[in-house]
């Protein structure tokens, strides 16, 4: 008999364990939720799978009787569309700055102090100054997920400027590249794939500022109807709507791992090579 | 290997010193290389070569005295008036073989977008082909550096800095990670390289051999004086300047004066 620490899992054996925690808890949930409602048909902390569906045919498949929407894809669109934007607007933001900072001594002199002291701002704090300065709507929510994602973006891509070895800038400049080439030809494109590994990990982030955001001031969204439903123990809605958060989390995950193995072959070269 | 006609120099070094602090690193540095000459830099680790690669690159300026270029002064930072190879890191991971070549092309000529279009892209791609020939790399022209071989990658650095034509090219230990049967490789080539194009050469190197093999002139730089309580308070200088066009052999004399492992000249 091998050593434990020896034992690899085959294809089929690692879907199998990877699957079995998810179907215990599963499991878990349903004969609790049966266990409750066989003693209170009216309990509403865990609904039946039954329930889940009528909740979600409501939500989801059918119109709204007042405003004609389905509430469901509403919400997924507004959410959507608020976090897609802040977080583009701060990969550009981020993408412009870190590449600044991590090839100009000048401008990194100036910058990089700010950016850490802003970096260490609870954004969360600052939330009632940006409803007062920004107002409720949009505006408000987007500049939340910045301001929680951006110096972390920023800090990242300089370091990982930073990291690029030295003899490549000096190549770069032996074949007659000026500051802007060098910036152009040689940074930016080695930049790219890093600022998609970096937005892949600030996500998580971005996720919880607009919830938050639209937890306080919102009139549709994912983290709104949450929120909302909260007031009558809708629990038949807020746990499909938590796994379609996750969901799509995953998926806007899955789509930029994609991307970046699509876009920048070399890099996934680089990275699997581990130097 | 043909002696070059003696003609005005391309580089001239007078009175060349750098320290850092009260660290002399080197000191009365005098000499002349016309085109043409490979100058092969052999020395003691700690003796200053490294040092020396980065004035001539650019990187740092001299304490004292001046280096020459064509008779100006040298620029003082890195230009396309020279080439450089490192040991690694030489080649841009995120082009293509043809990419690497054809970049420095692309720079020089269209200093604002990097990029060539239309007619002079066709006239860049064919001399960025004709150097990738030269160096042996046509099969491999799609590939990424990562995909390559050490070997491969140096060949695609000396074709990447060749193509922009350099006044002179700086190699830094070029060939020391590699295979001694890619090595031997690689020397011939450069031999090859260095002929075609009338190149005139640097290169730092710790393989004693190689330095004699490859070189039409051999510099040792060494510490002449030595104050033992104060190690640092005297920089290195080029002790020997060995011209090896006649003889290959290895004068025993300068053997014994290099401080060297005797492994190093087997």
């Known amino acids: 008999m091998r050593r434990l620490m020896n034992l690899t899992p085959g294809a089929g054996g690692r879907l199998l364990l990877g699957l079995l925690p998810f179907m215990l808890l599963l499991l878990v949930y349903l004969a609790a939720s049966a266990d409750r409602l066989a003693e209170n048909p009216n309990d509403k902390l865990l609904p039946s799978m039954a329930q889940f569906a009528e909740a979600i045919r409501r939500n989801a498949i059918e119109p709204n009787v007042r405003t004609g929407e389905v509430v469901f894809w509403v919400d997924t669109e507004a959410s959507l569309k608020r976090l897609g934007i802040a977080v583009a607007a701060s990969a550009a933001i981020a993408l412009f700055i870190g590449l600044a900072n991590g090839l100009l001594p000048l401008v990194r002199a100036g910058l990089s102090p700010l950016i850490t002291a802003i970096s260490l701002i609870p954004p969360m704090a600052i939330l009632p100054v940006l409803f007062i300065v920004f107002g409720l709507g949009e505006l408000s929510k987007g500049v939340l997920i910045a301001l929680g994602i951006t110096p972390f973006l920023i800090r990242d891509l300089q370091a990982r400027a930073l990291e690029l070895p030295e003899e490549m800038l000096i190549k770069a400049q032996t074949l007659g590249a000026s500051t802007w080439l060098v910036a152009l030809r040689v940074m930016l494109p080695q930049l790219l794939p890093r600022l998609i590994d970096a937005v892949r990990l600030s996500l998580g982030a971005a996720w919880l500022f607009l919830i938050a955001a639209e937890a306080v001031a919102a009139t549709e969204g994912l983290g709104y109807r949450i929120f909302l439903v909260r007031r009558y123990l809708s629990m038949d809605l807020i746990l499909p709507y938590v796994v379609w958060i996750t969901l799509l989390a995953w998926l806007v995950d899955w789509l930029l791992a994609r991307l970046s193995r699509l876009a920048f072959p070399w890099y996934q070269a680089d990275s699997k090579g581990g130097h | ?266």
């Open chain 2, 1 to 266: 290997m043909s002696a070059p006609v003696p003609q005005q120099p391309v580089l001239q070094l007078t009175s060349v010193a750098k320290s850092y602090g009260d660290n002399r690193v080197l000191e009365r540095i005098n000499a002349e290389v016309v085109a043409g000459e490979f100058v092969s830099v052999v020395g003691a680790s700690g003796c200053g070569k490294s040092t020396f690669l980065k004035l001539l690159l650019g990187t740092e300026q001299p304490s004292r005295g001046q280096i020459l270029l064509d008779g100006q002064p040298l620029p003082q930072e890195p230009g396309p008036e020279r080439g450089i190879v490192f040991q690694r890191y030489s080649v841009l991971p995120h082009l293509t073989v043809l990419g690497n070549v054809l970049v420095g092309l692309e720079m020089q000529r269209a200093p604002l977008l990097g990029k060539l279009f239309g007619k002079a892209r066709a006239q860049a791609l064919a001399e960025a082909r004709a150097m990738i020939n030269a160096v042996g790399l046509s099969h491999v022209e799609g590939h990424y550096p990562r995909a390559l071989s050490g070997g491969m990658q140096q060949r695609l650095a000396l074709a990447q800095a060749l193509v922009v034509k350099p006044r002179f090219l700086l190699l830094d230990e070029p060939f020391g990670a590699l295979d001694p049967g890619i090595r031997a490789d690689m020397h011939q080539l450069m031999k090859r390289l260095w002929r075609d194009h009338g190149l005139t050469v640097f290169m730092i190197t710790h393989d004693l051999k190689e330095g004699f093999s490859l070189g039409t002139r051999l510099w040792v730089f060494d510490k002449v004086r030595h104050d033992p309580q104060v190690p640092t308070a005297y920089g290195a200088t080029i002790t020997y300047d060995i011209p090896l066009n006649q003889s290959k052999a290895l004068p025993p004399s300068i053997a014994a004066a290099l401080n060297q492992p005797a492994a190093e000249f087997a």
